[in-house]
């Protein structure tokens, strides 16, 4: 840290003349980068370390031909010799982002920051792409098949094996690459902005500036659009949604001849395919860098992927394996759509899982709860006939309650939890978990959880989800 600061230090004092009185490290995003505000009584400015000297050179390159070309992006102070430091205007504190979350899309959805801000993407993409060498783009000069399956790698990866979903990889690469060349097939030589949403767009006097554009790329127009409308904590209403598209379809017509027909159809699956590399990240930083803040975000992603399966197979485009997957991804993990109501009472997550693999993720709210082992109970895995079988057939049931002390385990396993509902009642929580955990998540512990998740169903303002982790893992 102090190696940081000493060269972020030295930066500024190059610039202007004079040493910082402080520097405060701002919050840190979803990146290996470091964010931090020098300051003196009349000057500000945001240092920046980055060890990925490649992505530096990128970014410092775009910041400069942007600026180039009048394009609002931050004023470039300097750079270290060894390119991992560098030093930027001040744009302050407030992003796109911080606007949206004060709209009150009821009563008064303003939308001409928003609109500005679409009309400025349209020139970085149109504008920005004239003249722009794209071969000193990072890590890649253009969106092509391997970046699209890299994407389609991360979700699979990092959230569907993790999450420990069941598919068939083969025809579920199947189906990425009928979505791909969908993808694909649209018109791209525009400039990619890749990670173009509300946070990384910062309001000056209600003018919109542009940051994070370092994983640009050549590329299609629409992904942009997606991504911002699709961007998870901003939680657009459709009915904006379309709005904008319609909006933003309007200026393209300024710059370009377009398709709108053809556009209107192939959108949904540009945002399908940003949600689940959304998905993927949060994945990544939530499962196995345990940042419970991507976790939180999940919902808000998973809700948006009924509606758009259902409209890009409308379309026609078949997409038989990942279709499933998707929709029960979106029956675990999404919120109530608009049109559902909202559950205020307590929902009581119930899981089995193997101990093999590990203890099931805390929900991201309050975390913790109850976790049940269930292996010194009578183990129906180890007779041969019950190997195929699972806790919910009969067989195996009937097995397991021929022994006195399931019962006796499970009076007292619903004791416990029965008197915990009560208290998170009373006391207003959201949320309570309870996992049964065995040796290989297959009988016993399901057994179990199916057990609780049935008589849980006869107290009054609860919901139940119920999720047998090593057999649909959601």
């Known amino acids: 840290m102090q ?7 030295n930066l500024f004092a190059s610039h202007f003349r004079c040493s910082p009185l402080s520097i405060t490290p701002l919050p840190q995003g979803g990146s290996d980068r470091r964010y931090f505000r020098l300051t003196t009584d009349t000057q500000s400015a945001i240092g920046a370390y980055n060890p990925d000297v490649e992505e530096n050179r990128t970014f410092i390159y775009l910041t400069q031909h942007f600026s180039g070309k009048n394009l609002p992006v931050p004023q470039l102070y300097g750079v270290s010799e060894d390119e991992r430091f560098y030093l930027l205007s001040d ?12 709209i009150d899309w009821d009563k008064n959805p303003q939308l001409e920051v928003l609109k500005r801000t679409l009309s400025l993407l349209l020139r970085f993409q149109v504008e920005g792409a004239v003249g ?3 071969i000193k783009c990072y890590p890649k000069s253009e969106f092509d098949l391997q970046s699209v399956m890299w994407d389609f790698s991360y979700f699979k990866y990092s959230f569907l094996k993790p999450s420990g979903v069941r598919f068939n990889e083969a025809r579920l690469d199947d189906d990425f690459l009928t979505l791909a060349n969908l993808l694909l097939s649209q018109p791209s030589s525009y400039f990619h902005y890749r990670d173009f949403q509300s946070r990384n767009v910062m309001l000056v006097e209600n003018k919109p500036y542009f940051i994070d554009y370092q994983g640009g790329r050549r590329g299609p127009m629409l992904y942009d659009l997606a991504s911002f409308l699709y961007q998870a904590k901003a939680n657009f209403p459709e009915s904006i949604r379309t709005e904008i598209l319609s909006f933003y379809l309007d200026e393209a017509e300024k710059y370009i001849e377009i398709d709108r027909q053809q556009a209107q159809r192939v959108f949904p699956a540009f945002a399908l395919f940003r949600v689940l590399q959304t998905l993927g990240a949060y994945g990544f930083r939530g499962f196995f860098e345990r940042r419970s803040h991507f976790l939180q975000s999940i919902p808000m992603a998973a809700a948006n992927l009924t509606n758009l399966v259902s409209r890009v197979t409308a379309c026609g485009l078949a997409i038989p394996t990942l279709k499933p997957i998707l929709e029960s991804i979106a029956e675990k993990y999404g919120q109530p759509n608009e049109q559902s109501q909202p559950f205020h009472g307590l929902t009581v997550e119930v899981n089995s899982f193997s101990y093999r693999k590990g203890y099931p993720l805390e929900h991201p709210e309050h975390g913790g709860g109850f976790v049940f082992d269930c292996r010194a109970l009578p183990n129906p895995g180890r007779l041969a006939e019950y190997k195929m079988q699972t ?4 067989p195996v049931i009937d097995y397991l309650e021929q022994h006195k002390e399931i019962d006796t385990f499970f009076d007292e396993v619903y004791i416990l939890v029965a008197n915990s509902i009560k208290v998170y009642q009373d006391r207003g929580f959201k949320h309570l978990s309870v996992s049964f955990g065995c040796t290989g998540g297959q009988h016993r512990s399901v057994y179990m959880a199916n057990r609780l998740a049935k008589e849980l169903k006869h107290i009054a303002n609860l919901a139940i989800n119920l999720n047998h982790r090593e057999q649909n893992g959601l």
Do not use: A, H, T
């Open 91 to 102: 744009l302050g504190n407030l992003s796109l982002f911080g606007y949206v979350l004060e």
């Open 3 to 9: 190696e940081i600061k000493e060269n972020l230090e």
């Open 391 to 394: 806790g919910s057939d009969k």
């Open 132 to 134: 722009l060498n794209f």
